[in-house]
């Protein structure tokens, strides 16, 4: 799954792709390098960030969606009528960091054959990394996101189009993060698709001390250990390089 930020204060690249020829050149580009799914934000999620206005996430996406109407593109966007108009111009996914928690959500979903990312994340984007804490960080998320595997099932949502995201930096500590990675089997075990996004992530900046324009190696360390416990999705920007991760894993477990 390639990055496409289309936002001026994304922690990585914000400000890059906000142009729409540049966004689309780029998707292009990830998928030439072997991008699966491309996935679109409008609204930045990072820590500290601010929310913006519906029509200012629709006017960002939507130009790009139609744009690549012929590839598989995730939305990731927490707003039931953002997520709306979305499928109706085309998206396969639906990439939530709410799970699909927000009234209306699994309506706008479940009348479609979009599949959908459900992400746990603990507090919002504007002060979740303040001081986040858990009892067991393992059983809170997967009890989390087992529960919203169920009511996405009693919405009507098929399990096979369900993938689920424990939400790496999403209101947890370094040590939370380390902990969910080396646990993931466990919520591999859910039974539906686990995605990862460690991509140039604040908690390789902790670990290794670089910025975040010198954070592939460590980034590339994080999607082995992910593929490693399970995940099927990697969320990532740099396509390319982790692309070749992973025909090596393929080739070292064949």
Same mark, same amino acid.
């Given at each position: 799954?390639?990055?496409?930020?289309?936002?001026?204060?994304?922690?990585?690249?914000? +400000?890059?792709?906000?142009?729409?020829?540049?966004?689309?050149?780029?998707?292009?580009?990830?998928?030439?390098?072997?991008?699966?799914?491309?996935?679109? +934000?409008?609204?930045?999620?990072?820590?500290?960030?601010?929310? %913006?206005?519906?029509?200012?996430?629709?006017?960002?996406?939507?130009?790009?969606?139609?744009?690549?109407?012929? %590839?598989?593109?995730?939305? @990731?966007?927490?707003?039931?009528?953002?997520?709306?108009?979305?499928?109706?111009?085309?998206?396969?996914?639906?990439?939530?960091?709410?799970?699909?928690?927000?009234?209306?959500?699994?309506?706008?979903?479940?009348?479609? @054959?979009?599949? %959908?990312?459900?992400?746990?994340?603990?507090?919002?984007?504007?002060?979740?990394?303040?001081?986040?804490?858990? +009892?067991?960080?393992?059983?809170?998320?997967? !009890?989390?996101?087992?529960?919203?595997?169920?009511?996405?099932?009693?919405?009507?949502?098929?399990? @096979?189009?369900?993938?689920?995201?424990?939400?790496? !930096?999403?209101?947890?500590? %370094?040590?939370?993060?380390?902990?969910?990675?080396?646990?993931?089997?466990?919520?591999?075990?859910?039974?539906?698709?686990?995605?990862?996004?460690?991509?140039?992530?604040?908690?390789?900046?902790?670990?290794?001390?670089?910025?975040?324009?010198?954070?592939?190696?460590?980034?590339?360390?994080?999607?082995?250990?992910?593929?490693? +416990?399970?995940?099927?999705?990697?969320?990532?920007?740099?396509?390319?390089?982790?692309?070749?991760?992973?025909?090596?894993?393929?080739?070292?477990?064949?």
């Amino acid at each position: 799954m390639g990055v496409l930020n289309v936002t001026p204060d994304s922690f990585s690249d914000g +400000g890059r792709f906000l142009d729409r020829n540049a966004a689309i050149a780029h998707a292009r580009r990830m998928l030439d390098e072997g991008a699966d799914i491309i996935d679109i +934000g409008g609204e930045s999620s990072r820590p500290g960030a601010d929310p %913006v206005p519906e029509n200012i996430e629709l006017e960002r996406i939507l130009p790009v969606l139609k744009k690549l109407a012929d %590839v598989p593109v995730s939305i @990731d966007t927490r707003r039931p009528s953002v997520m709306r108009e979305a499928i109706a111009a085309g998206a396969s996914m639906i990439n939530d960091i709410e799970a699909l928690a927000a009234p209306g959500a699994l309506e706008a979903v479940a009348g479609s @054959d979009c599949a %959908v990312c459900l992400m746990h994340k603990k507090g919002d984007p504007a002060t979740m990394q303040q001081d986040p804490r858990y +009892g067991e960080v393992v059983a809170e998320v997967r !009890g989390f996101l087992s529960s919203r595997i169920a009511a996405c099932e009693k919405a009507g949502i098929q399990r @096979d189009r369900i993938a689920i995201d424990p939400g790496f !930096g999403f209101g947890k500590t %370094v040590e939370h993060n380390l902990t969910l990675l080396k646990r993931l089997p466990e919520l591999a075990a859910l039974g539906v698709p686990v995605a990862a996004g460690w991509s140039r992530k604040s908690s390789l900046g902790s670990i290794t001390g670089r910025p975040v324009a010198e954070r592939l190696a460590g980034s590339l360390a994080a999607a082995l250990l992910a593929l490693q +416990g399970g995940a099927t999705i990697l969320r990532v920007h740099d396509v390319k390089e982790t692309r070749d991760v992973v025909a090596v894993w393929q080739a070292w477990r064949r």
